[in-house]
C-alpha cells in the first residue's frame, strides 16, 4: 500500500510541477540572432619623422550583436505583430512597471554581446514581473556597457487605482550596484588640487627616468620618450586602471529605498498613451563607508520614466513619440525616437 501510495504522490508531484512549468513558458518566444554591419571608415594619419612623411591608416573592424533572449511580455493594442523577433526592436515598454497580464509572471531574459565602433561590450537585460489588482512584484537586471551602468533592483509595491486607467504605486526598492560615487582618486589629490599622478604610477609598476627621458610600463617597455606624451597618453590610461582595479576590491553595495510611481495607460485606434514614472526619493544610510551617501553627503533623488504616444490625425497621417529616460546614482541612460508617418493611397 505505502509503494502504491508513493507512486501516486510521485506521479502527482511531477504532473503539479509540468502543469505549472507549462503554465510559465507557455506563449513565451525564445529567439536569437546575429546582426552586423559597417562601422566608420578607415581614417588616415599622417606624421614627419627626419623630414620623411608617414601615413599610418586607422581600421575600425565591423559592427556586429548577437543575441540571445526569452521573453513573456502581453503585447499592448498598440504594438504591431511582427513575424519574426531579432532583440533588436526598440520595446520602451519592457522597462514599464506595470504590463498588461495580471495575476501571471511575465519575464525577459536577453543578453548582448556586440562590438560598436571596435569596442566590445556585453549587455544584459533580465526582467521577472508579477502585477495583482492591488499589489507589484518586479525584480531586474540591467547592465548597459555603453552607458557604463550595471545594477539589480527588486521592488515590492502597493497599487492603488484611481481610474481604469491611471494608478499609483508606492513600496520599497532594493538594489545591488557597484560602489558608484566611490573616487579612488580623491587620496592623491595635494592640497593645491592637483593630482600627483607620477607617484601614483611609480606606486602602479611605472618607471620615470627623467635624464633619459624615457617612461616604462611595469613590464620594462618603454611607452614614452617624452613628458608630452607621457602626460597625454599614458597617465589617462594608468589613471583608467587604477580606478577600475581599486573598485573592483570593493564589495558589493546594497541600497535600501523608498519607491514611488505611477502608471497610465489609455488606447483608442485613433490615439493611445502610455506613460510611466518612477522615484525613489529616500534611501537608508547604512553608515557604509563606500555607499553612495557617503560620495553625496545628503538624500538624493533617483529616478525613471518612459513615455510612449502615438495619434493618427486621418486615415493618411500619424505621429509618434517614444522614449524612456534614467537617472541613477547621477548616471544618465536614455533612449528617444519620434517621427511622422504619411501613407499615399
Given at each position: 500500500?505505502?509503494?502504491?501510495l508513493?507512486?501516486l504522490f510521485?506521479?502527482?508531484?511531477?504532473?503539479?510541477?509540468?502543469?505549472i512549468?507549462?503554465?510559465?513558458?507557455?506563449?513565451?518566444?525564445?529567439y536569437?540572432?546575429v546582426?552586423?554591419?559597417?562601422?566608420?571608415?578607415?581614417?588616415n594619419e599622417f606624421?614627419?619623422?627626419?623630414?620623411l612623411?608617414q601615413?599610418?591608416?586607422?581600421?575600425?573592424?565591423?559592427?556586429?550583436?548577437?543575441t540571445?533572449?526569452?521573453?513573456?511580455?502581453?503585447?499592448?493594442?498598440y504594438e504591431s505583430k511582427?513575424?519574426?523577433?531579432?532583440?533588436?526592436?526598440?520595446s520602451?515598454?519592457?522597462?514599464?512597471?506595470?504590463?498588461?497580464l495580471?495575476?501571471?509572471?511575465?519575464?525577459?531574459?536577453?543578453?548582448?554581446?556586440?562590438?560598436?565602433e571596435?569596442?566590445?561590450y556585453?549587455?544584459q537585460?533580465?526582467?521577472?514581473?508579477?502585477?495583482?489588482?492591488?499589489?507589484?512584484?518586479?525584480?531586474?537586471?540591467?547592465?548597459?556597457?555603453?552607458?557604463?551602468?550595471?545594477?539589480?533592483?527588486?521592488?515590492e509595491?502597493?497599487?492603488?487605482n484611481?481610474t481604469k486607467?491611471?494608478?499609483?504605486?508606492i513600496g520599497?526598492?532594493?538594489?545591488?550596484?557597484?560602489?558608484?560615487?566611490?573616487d579612488?582618486?580623491?587620496?592623491?589629490?595635494?592640497?593645491?588640487?592637483?593630482l600627483?599622478?607620477?607617484y601614483?604610477?611609480?606606486?602602479?609598476?611605472?618607471?620615470?627616468?627623467?635624464?633619459?627621458?624615457?617612461?616604462?610600463?611595469?613590464?620594462g617597455n618603454?611607452?614614452?620618450?617624452s613628458t608630452?606624451?607621457?602626460?597625454?597618453?599614458?597617465?589617462?590610461?594608468?589613471?583608467?586602471?587604477?580606478?577600475?582595479?581599486?573598485?573592483n576590491?570593493?564589495?558589493?553595495?546594497?541600497?535600501?529605498?523608498l519607491?514611488?510611481?505611477?502608471?497610465?495607460y489609455?488606447?483608442?485606434?485613433?490615439?493611445?498613451?502610455?506613460?510611466?514614472?518612477n522615484?525613489?526619493?529616500?534611501?537608508?544610510?547604512?553608515?557604509?563607508?563606500?555607499?553612495?551617501?557617503?560620495y553625496?553627503g545628503k538624500?538624493?533623488n533617483?529616478?525613471?520614466?518612459?513615455?510612449?504616444?502615438?495619434?493618427k490625425?486621418?486615415?493618411?497621417?500619424?505621429?509618434?513619440?517614444?522614449g524612456?529616460?534614467?537617472?541613477?546614482w547621477?548616471?544618465?541612460?536614455?533612449?528617444f525616437?519620434?517621427?511622422?508617418?504619411?501613407?499615399?493611397?
Open positions: 500500500m505505502k509503494i502504491i508513493t507512486i510521485t506521479i502527482l508531484t511531477i504532473t503539479v510541477n509540468a502543469q512549468f507549462e503554465d510559465f513558458f507557455k506563449y513565451s518566444t525564445f536569437t540572432s546582426n552586423g554591419g559597417t562601422s566608420v571608415s578607415d581614417k606624421s614627419v619623422n627626419t623630414g612623411l601615413k599610418n591608416i586607422v581600421q575600425t573592424p565591423h559592427d556586429y550583436t548577437i540571445f533572449g526569452i521573453r513573456k511580455i502581453q503585447r499592448f493594442q511582427t513575424s519574426f523577433k531579432d532583440g533588436t526592436e526598440s520602451f515598454n519592457d522597462a514599464a512597471t506595470i504590463g498588461r495580471k495575476n501571471k509572471f511575465e519575464y525577459l531574459i536577453e543578453a548582448d554581446v556586440r562590438r560598436q571596435g569596442q566590445s556585453f549587455d537585460h533580465h526582467m521577472l514581473r508579477y502585477v495583482a489588482d492591488k499589489m507589484i512584484v518586479k525584480g531586474e537586471y540591467f547592465e548597459d556597457g555603453f552607458a557604463d551602468i550595471k545594477y539589480f533592483e527588486a521592488s509595491r502597493y497599487k492603488y484611481v486607467t491611471l494608478s499609483f504605486n520599497a526598492a532594493q538594489r545591488l550596484s557597484e560602489p558608484y560615487g566611490y579612488p582618486l580623491e587620496a592623491w589629490i595635494l592640497s593645491n588640487g592637483n600627483h599622478y607620477t601614483l604610477a611609480i606606486e602602479q609598476g611605472y618607471n620615470v627616468n627623467v635624464y633619459a627621458n624615457e617612461y616604462s610600463d611595469p613590464s618603454v611607452v614614452a620618450t608630452e606624451v607621457w602626460e597625454a597618453v599614458i597617465i589617462p590610461q594608468v589613471l583608467a586602471n587604477y580606478v577600475e582595479s581599486e573598485r576590491k570593493l564589495p558589493i553595495q546594497w541600497a535600501h529605498s519607491v514611488i510611481g505611477f502608471d497610465y489609455k488606447y483608442q485606434k485613433e490615439v493611445w498613451m502610455h506613460a510611466w514614472g522615484i525613489l526619493p529616500y534611501h537608508h544610510d547604512d553608515g557604509n563607508a563606500f555607499s553612495y551617501h557617503k553625496e538624500q538624493w533617483d529616478y525613471s520614466a518612459g513615455m510612449i504616444f502615438g495619434y490625425i486621418n486615415k493618411s497621417l500619424g505621429a509618434f513619440v517614444e524612456k529616460y534614467n537617472k541613477y547621477d548616471r544618465e541612460w536614455y533612449d525616437k519620434f517621427g511622422v508617418n504619411y501613407i499615399i493611397f
